[in-house]
């Protein structure tokens, strides 16, 4: 899996969420990575992975989003993004979306083969765990449903945390339990979700930990926003920020 | 039963601000999901036993109809009637049949969702036969006249206080008590009662063999082998997709049902009828009906994506995980099924036009689908029957949504395949956005977003986009240099 050569090149996915909203994000992944000795690439003909519509049930138009995808980022051999929830997207619905369409289908396999999520990258692909962070005080993590259940991904986002200099890791009570984002469940089910969001937070104070960390762009959107409105004083930040040391909460 | 499935977000937004409620259900994925965990983990190993039953269950679903055939012919041959029902009310029609044919003035009944589906008790009811729940939590709930909570404990949110006033009031408890054992003493007393007199016997089945005809009964108080062995008549009530390949499955399946449904290794009861009571055998009934009800099911089995939510073996293992029913309980599901198990199986049996909230109300956090020891894809389900929504799919009953979300992801799918089209909306949505900034965040939108504005804040979007930004990013970390900032 490890990819030896004079430079690597990984091509970024900045899903819409972080392009839109948290653009700090991206270029918190595109600093890590160079400190790292990868070179970022940026296809500025990305748009979004689909998923909002995949996720209403508008197969045709997330179709769309698939094939354009495919398109741009089909020449690549390493993806990298910040978002679990995105690779999920490429990785298993892209096949079944395009499951009648055997050019479009190999393709999208191929693409689905060479995508990664940040912290998988960096761990399982690089072999790295010490990326040269630093972050005085505890951290706790937010086992995001996508990246926990729809990647397997768990211990990587955690051991570049414990290697952080200065961070001691707490555990999170509940860390898999789901923050209630869910894209526009947050907004038509709002009252579930508010509860959702609400023992998320509550657990995150009773960690006790200075930081909550976590690598989903929805989350980070909801446990930031809930905790900017009720409890200004914790912040939740995106790994690729706390390994950048570019801090900024959502 | 009274179908309410409509008025999911009514009921759910009443049942979350119900404090008694929460705090059982809060308590649920520590204590229940827990005792799972480590229940599951008197296996060999957990991971091989759960993917095991799900092969079972998936080959259930594969070889569906050969397996109810077998199952027929072998129950047949042990002396049991087989009846079919194609919907609810035939399923009904039959067990009323039965009831007038041997001129019972009552049943008693063990704890059974198909019964629940069919709208039983209502059916008897009506015919002037009583039904009788006698699962003491099926039975608290069907006096209160509610639907079940849980598929486990369906009276598991009503308080003592409650229980004990119903007790006074109903079944002729002599003095009034909140101790658990006199309230089941007294609930003892008066089933015992209808026990001893019952001509006719409901339940459930859990499992049904095709390979022996026998059918299998998993419970924890012992009333379900009363309803099949004091009662003359036994009728018992499964749905088509609970039939088993082999005894060896069905043993398997009671180890993973056990675990999954109340954290035990085994259920205190496991009951196998095969036939009714034989030549020289001291209990059992005299005749054994088994009524296989269809109601819907051989409809789904032509759908491949569809057909795959009946693998579900009615554990309710994927409740105690669900975030979604923690916070509001059974009710809102407004059906026999609530939870997961419920948003998987009632789209299909009532439609995707009479359950839109059960297959949206749901993060698809996958909670269910990492438990589920049948296999269930519960996300992946929810994605197809909300496709098969926006279709408006025949079969299924799709609704199609409302114009302007149509027209809304038509636009959003050309941006999504058009990067010029894409960054321009960006452009014209910015300003429109953070007209709204106060200090960098925004707390509300006039009256957008209103649900997610009632409790957060959102970043104002950037001035900047990562998009925007990009081109002097490179260029500063390309000058860093090989090993960049650091």
Known sequence: MIHRGPMKHVSLFIPCLVDLFLPE???????????????????????CCGQPAMNAGYRDQARNAAKHFIDVFGGDDIIVSPSGSCVCMVKHHYPLLLCDEPVWLRRAEEVSERIFELSQYIVDVLGIEDVGASFQGTVTYHESCHILRGLGVSDQPKRLIQKADGATFVPLPFAEMCCGFGGEFAENYHYISEEMVKEKVENYLESGADLLVLCEPGCLLNIGGYLSRNHPEKKALHIASFLAGTERGG | MEIRTTIFNEVAEREIRNPYARLFLKAMPAVIAKRRTVVMGSFPD????????????????????????????????????ILWARDAREACEMVLALAKERDVSYVTKGKSMVTEEMGLNDALADSGIEPFETDLGEFIAQQLR????????????????????LF??????????????????AARLFLRDKFHHAALGVTGVNMAVAETGTIINLENEGNIRFNKASPRTQISIMSIEKVVPTMADAMHLIRLLSRNCTGQAISAYVSMDSGPKGAGEIDGPEELFIIIVDNGRSRIYADPVAREALRCIRCGGCLNLCPVYTKIGGYPYGWAYSGPMGQVLTPLLLGLDRTQDLYRACTLCGACREVCPAGVDHPSIFLYYRSKDVEGDRGLRGKRRPWWESRLFGLWGRAAAHSALWNLGVRVARPLVNRYSRGGVISRMGGFFQGWFRSRNLPVMAEETFHERWRRLRDEISAGGPKGEA
Request: charged share 30%.
């Open chain 2, 168 to 185: 006074m009031e109903k079944i002729g408890m002599e003095k009034p008590t909140t101790d658990p054992v006199e309230l089941g003493y």
């Open chain 2, 46 to 81: 957990p991971v091989a036993a759960q993917a095991c039953g799900q092969s079972i269950r998936a080959e259930v679903v594969a070889r569906l109809p050969d397996l109810l055939e077998q199952f027929e012919r072998n129950a047949l041959e042990r002396g049991a009637k």
């Open chain 1, 25 to 47: 994000i991206g270029e918190a992944t595109a600093r890590v990575l160079r400190r790292l000795g990868v070179e970022p690439l940026y296809h500025e003909a990305q748009t």
């Open chain 2, 146 to 165: 509610r639907p079940p909570f849980h598929i486990v404990g369906p009276a598991i949110n009503v308080p003592v206080e409650e229980v004990r006033d």
